[in-house]
């Protein structure tokens, strides 16, 4: 029937927008700034990483960055992908890496098949790294492939990639949040 038909897509639609502001209200709320202001972030539900637990592969540095590097690595039984902050934890590094974790935390509970799973933190005064996932490979790597493929093939193999990555920056900028570190090495 199709007054059935009409109203079952009207109802989609309405969750659909209603889930959008479900995750626009979380994202603002866990990229708020100043723990015991008024608007004051949610606290931070992250596991801490259990340092003995993790080993780093030092020589397979997978990413540089303005506060350290991220490297291989196993946690848990897992290969993984250690953000290692080289910079002395300052309180408004502490800030800016919590406040990545919440939004991390926030956009992988409303879109866990798009985002890599944040594994665990640890903030310490002589260490302190982001466990997430290891992705395979990079946009880079799909561009130009090893050994080298027709251009269709290509083409036909990253198209989707792009789609979902620009998919995913409109999601994350129709919420205030901008990615920062958008680059084919990642």
């Known amino acids: ?47 801490t990483v259990d340092w003995s637990q993790l080993d780093l592969i030092r020589d397979h540095v997978l990413g540089t960055g303005a506060h350290g590097n991220v490297l291989a690595g196993r946690y848990e039984g897992r290969d993984v992908a250690v953000k290692l902050f080289q910079s002395k934890l300052t309180p408004e590094l502490r800030e ?25 933190l640890l903030l310490g005064p002589s260490a302190s790294c982001m466990v997430m996932e290891l992705a395979e490979g990079t946009l880079h790597g799909a561009i130009h492939p090893s050994p080298p493929r027709p251009r269709e093939e290509v083409l036909r193999d990253v198209l989707p990639l792009l789609l979902q990555l620009g998919g995913g920056l409109r999601q994350l900028h129709g919420h205030g949040v901008g990615h920062g570190d958008v680059k084919p090495a990642n």
């Open 96 to 120: 800016a890496i919590e406040r990545e974790a919440r939004i991390h935390t926030v956009v992988q509970h409303h879109c866990p098949a798009h985002t890599v799973q944040l594994h665990g």
């Open 1 to 47: 029937d199709l007054g059935t038909r009409a109203r079952r897509e009207r109802m989609v639609g309405w969750r659909a927008a209603r889930d959008q502001r479900r995750l626009c209200d979380a994202v603002r709320a866990a990229s708020r700034p100043g723990p015991g202001s008024p608007s004051s972030p949610p606290e931070l539900d992250v596991p």
